[in-house]
């Protein structure tokens, strides 16, 4: 079975330059997940979607991150314009959203470092 | 929203020894507490976890217990290994939503 895919898997850009990521989930996962990892920290989540509805926002900065999932599959983040602290791993997962299983299936992420 | 605390940050133990990471939550209604170990470069990968209405769970050499009483659980690793090193994070959720990480353990199994 294949994993969640994520793209790039680095990226350099300047403050205030914007930049996306894309994810596509494991297939057949209804439940998709953006998680910003500072380093030395645990994964933070930004945005929560079921199949292409948002879940949970709460904690995504909505004047500079955005995140769409068309169709209910992949997924993309952007983020427009960035600073200095948005240098980080942006982790994305999948889930079943089933009640037997809670588990998250997380890709190798892509890592933002932001000058 | 919840806030969950691990410790200790870093642990170092001997091959064969065991190791204990511990972490509280905050929000009496979550009800699913899932360990994840992560290797460098890679994603968190999910080792054990555990529900509400179960007080411990044990699979191989490791070991998740509960106090839902105390809001905290406690991940267990027997006869450790080189390769049980890694970061391991615990977290915390209400039926699968909203799952708060805690800050991270970074064991180290030292030959």
């Known amino acids: 079975e294949a994993g969640v895919a994520q793209s790039p898997r680095y990226k350099i850009i300047e403050k205030r330059q914007s930049v996306a990521f894309w994810c596509n989930p494991i297939s057949g996962h209804a439940t998709l997940y953006w998680y910003q990892q500072i380093l030395g920290q645990g994964p933070k989540l930004l945005i929560q979607f079921q199949n292409n509805g948002v879940v949970d926002d709460s904690q995504l900065p909505k004047d500079r991150f955005s995140a769409e999932r068309l169709k209910g599959v992949d997924s993309t983040l952007k983020i427009q314009p960035a600073k200095l602290e948005d240098s980080a791993v942006y982790l994305c997962?999948?889930?079943?959203?089933?009640?037997?299983?809670?588990?998250?299936?997380f890709g190798e992420g892509s890592r933002l470092t932001v000058l | 929203g919840e806030n969950v605390e691990q410790h200790p940050s870093t642990l170092s133990v001997q091959e064969g020894d065991s190791a204990v990471i511990k972490c509280t939550y905050s929000d009496s209604a979550s009800n699913y507490f899932p360990w994840y170990k992560q290797e460098l470069g890679k994603g968190p990968q999910l080792i054990i976890d555990i529900r509400s209405n179960v007080g411990e769970k044990k699979d191989q050499r490791i070991a998740v217990t509960l106090n839902k009483t105390a809001k905290h659980f406690s991940l267990h690793i027997t006869e450790t290994q080189p390769e049980d090193s890694a970061v391991y994070f615990c977290?915390?959720?209400?039926?699968?939503?909203?799952?708060?990480f805690g800050a991270g353990t970074r064991l180290t199994v030292k030959p």
């Open positions: 977290a915390a959720s209400i039926s699968n939503n909203d799952m708060r």
């Open positions: 997962a999948s889930s079943l959203r089933d009640r037997v299983s809670g588990e998250l299936f």
